[in-house]
């Protein structure tokens, strides 16, 4: 259900498919709005952003035995779900605010939402309606433990579209020189050898390792109970089935290309 819909300007950019961006309460929300704003730049689209209060957090929130206990306390105290509205409101207001200021920056238009309901089934409805869909997964401290590894993993699964290189080229300008590994899959008759390695030099340095796999392989990736990766890009063809696994083992940002 959607509560409250906002835009800028009319723009021709409105009559092509838009980059749709999906965050919830755990996302880090300058880090995905600058990825969004730089997909829809690049690619000439409306920016279109969805805040989304989860529908399952609030029924929890409002059933009158519910607990939460403080970190910094530890104490133990009923939850309050007046306070977890305005605190929803008040990270959406945020949300709102850094998106339209990072879409004007950037003289692209845009498009802001707050809707209530779950941001997995939200990018699974908005399929082949948007160019670009992108879906905040992350968690803070999974973000915080990888950033101390000093290696960003990024999960491709290539179905030679162009515009699957364009995501990758975005994530990969963002991240800088900070090392990257690119487990890329595809059919193996297009990249050769399952073990096939490249590397890519910037400044000297090597910056991007590729590891290239069989498309058979993507199942066997699912089989694992977690999927370690910073950012995963992947069409927007794949079958729901592997869609919805991805979304339940993955804690990172998620990308599907049209």
């Given at each position: 259900?959607?509560?409250?819909?906002?835009?800028?300007?009319?723009?021709a950019?409105?009559n092509?498919p838009?980059v749709?961006l999906?965050?919830?309460?755990?996302?880090d929300?300058?880090?995905?709005?600058?990825l969004?704003?730089?997909?829809?730049s690049?690619?000439?689209?409306?920016?279109?952003?969805y805040?989304?209060?989860d529908?399952?957090?609030?029924?929890?929130?409002?059933?009158?035995?519910?607990?939460?206990?403080?970190?910094?306390?530890?104490q133990?105290?009923?939850?309050?779900a007046?306070?977890?509205?305005?605190?929803?409101?008040?990270?959406?207001?945020?949300?709102?605010?850094?998106?339209?200021?990072?879409?004007?920056?950037?003289?692209?238009?845009?498009?802001?939402?707050?809707a209530?309901?779950r941001?997995?089934?939200?990018?699974?409805?908005?399929?082949?309606?948007?160019?670009?869909?992108?879906?905040?997964?992350?968690?803070?401290l999974?973000?915080e433990?990888?950033?101390?590894?000093?290696?960003?993993?990024?999960?491709l699964l290539?179905?030679?579209?162009?515009?699957?290189?364009?995501?990758?080229?975005?994530?990969?300008?963002?991240?800088?020189h900070?090392p990257?590994?690119?487990?890329?899959?595809g059919r193996?008759?297009?990249y050769?050898?399952?073990?096939?390695?490249?590397?890519?030099?910037v400044?000297?340095?090597?910056?991007?390792v590729?590891?290239?796999?069989?498309?058979?392989?993507?199942?066997?990736?699912?089989e694992?109970?977690?999927?370690?990766?910073?950012?995963?890009?992947?069409?927007?063809?794949?079958?729901?089935?592997?869609l919805?696994?991805?979304?339940?083992k993955?804690?990172?940002?998620?990308?599907?290309?049209r």
């Amino acid at each position: 259900m959607t509560l409250q819909d906002n835009r800028s300007g009319e723009n021709a950019e409105e009559n092509l498919p838009p980059v749709l961006l999906t965050l919830g309460i755990d996302s880090d929300i300058h880090r995905m709005i600058d990825l969004a704003v730089a997909l829809a730049s690049s690619s000439h689209r409306q920016l279109h952003g969805y805040f989304v209060e989860d529908i399952d957090l609030l029924q929890v929130a409002e059933l009158p035995f519910t607990t939460e206990t403080t970190l910094t306390t530890a104490q133990t105290m009923l939850f309050d779900a007046h306070r977890l509205q305005r605190g929803l409101r008040r990270l959406a207001n945020q949300f709102q605010d850094y998106l339209a200021s990072a879409a004007e920056e950037s003289g692209i238009s845009w498009r802001y939402t707050l809707a209530r309901g779950r941001v997995g089934e939200l990018g699974l409805q908005a399929r082949n309606k948007a160019e670009f869909i992108i879906l905040e997964q992350s968690l803070p401290l999974r973000e915080e433990q990888f950033k101390r590894m000093g290696l960003t993993r990024i999960l491709l699964l290539d179905d030679n579209n162009p515009n699957i290189e364009r995501a990758l080229e975005t994530v990969l300008r963002l991240a800088g020189h900070t090392p990257v590994e690119v487990t890329r899959i595809g059919r193996q008759s297009e990249y050769g050898n399952v073990d096939n390695l490249r590397l890519r030099y910037v400044d000297g340095s090597p910056v991007i390792v590729w590891k290239t796999i069989s498309g058979s392989r993507l199942d066997k990736l699912l089989e694992s109970s977690v999927l370690p990766f910073d950012t995963i890009i992947i069409p927007q063809q794949i079958s729901a089935e592997q869609l919805r696994e991805i979304l339940q083992k993955a804690d990172c940002p998620i990308v599907l290309v049209r």
